[in-house]
């Protein structure tokens, strides 16, 4: 496919483009119905749906959940990188930037892999080439021995001085968390310093990095609360937020749950935000409280891509509303072949 230029008429393009492909997403009956189907019924519907070409191609390799999994991971793969062939100018760039926080996760995936001795094929399986590093470029560093091959064979790439530097004496699975923390740590800050660059369209841009921010330091100081709440909080927290790292170190020392929650609202400017926030004064389950603050998360964007509807917000909106269908459709085929109830796989959705 051609790639457009950039310009007003282009960007028009391309956000009506993304609103289009928002309207073919799954609605929320769907899921519904497929909470009473079993997996046969499932990997049929996904079949006959926008998945169907990929359901093809593999069912004569795969079947079950590996046939659901690999497809969703093909499809969402193939959707990111043809979104990136029609989006113009400096929206591509943009997009491209967001788009390397799959690189971290391909890498990270490759390195585990490689240290549990997974097979390459099974490695494969779940990579999302949708960032820098294509799918070619990861087919070469799955066929590298070792993990320190792997490290050494993304020499020019983002992710490569940190990584070398981190795991010099050698690849170790207890290095990962940090390492990945830190990862995720320079993904930000690489995106907060092209938002502020002068860049067209890094305003907007900046807007929904913020957002990202401080629903991630968010989710992670209620996890940190539930399952974690002596250790220190500060090595995971990432910059950039309107919650300051040291605020958020002093707001997780407060163990009264209300408390927390009164000095916590002050610092967020989004009133969905803090409405949600204050119905957790309540004892809830950690995955109902991510859950939510994820859908919070999109119902922002979707207000932001309609506020500044030919920006990079509908095309972001519409990148994590695609990954969250992927997401549901996961967790639906694996709770079935978990055997889990209805009502369980239902507190998994986003919807």
């Not at 793969?77 to 967001?98: S, V």
């Not at 294509?134 to 940190?162: H, N």
């Not at 930000?188 to 938002?195: F, G, K, M, S, V």
């Amino acid at each position: 496919m051609a790639e457009v230029r950039a310009g007003p008429v282009p960007y028009i393009y391309v956000c009506t483009r993304m609103r289009v492909r928002k309207s073919k997403l799954l609605p929320r009956e769907e899921y519904m119905r497929m909470l009473n189907m079993g997996l046969a019924e499932i990997t049929r519907f996904v079949g006959e749906s926008q998945y169907k070409k990929e359901v093809d191609e593999l069912a004569t390799s795969f079947g079950g959940i590996d046939l659901i999994e690999i497809a969703l991971s093909w499809n969402l793969a193939k959707e990111y990188q043809n979104i990136q062939k029609i989006t113009p100018g400096t929206l591509k760039d943009l997009t491209r930037a967001y788009l390397r926080r799959w690189d971290i996760q391909n890498v990270l995936t490759i390195l585990r892999g490689k240290l549990h001795g997974e097979k390459k094929g099974r490695i494969k399986e779940v990579l999302i080439p949708a960032g820098e590093l294509d799918r070619v470029f990861l087919d070469r560093l799955l066929e590298e021995p070792t993990p320190e091959r792997v490290i050494e064979g993304l020499k020019g790439k983002s992710v490569y001085p940190l990584l070398s530097r981190a795991m010099e004496g050698g690849v170790k699975e207890d290095l990962l968390p940090r390492v990945e923390n830190d990862l995720y740590k320079q993904f930000y800050a690489d995106l907060i310093t092209y938002a502020t660059s002068g860049v067209k369209g890094g305003r907007q841009f900046l807007e929904y990095i913020t957002l990202d921010i401080d629903i991630t330091n968010i989710r992670t100081m209620f996890r940190f609360r539930a399952e974690s709440p002596g250790e220190d909080i500060s090595g995971v927290i990432i910059p950039g937020g309107t919650i300051p790292p040291p605020a958020i170190n002093r707001l997780f020392q407060i163990k009264d749950r209300n408390e927390f929650i009164d000095s916590l609202v002050p610092y967020i400017r989004i009133r969905p935000l803090r409405e949600l926030l204050e119905t957790l004064r309540e004892e809830r389950s950690l995955r109902e409280i991510e859950i939510d603050l994820i859908k919070v998360q999109l119902e922002e964007m979707e207000t932001m891509a309609k506020l500044n509807p030919f920006s990079i917000h509908p095309i972001l909106a519409y990148l994590e509303m695609k990954k969250y269908e992927i997401f549901n459709l996961r967790a639906l085929a694996r709770g079935k072949e978990s055997g889990l109830t209805p009502e369980r796989i239902r507190g998994y959705l986003v919807v």
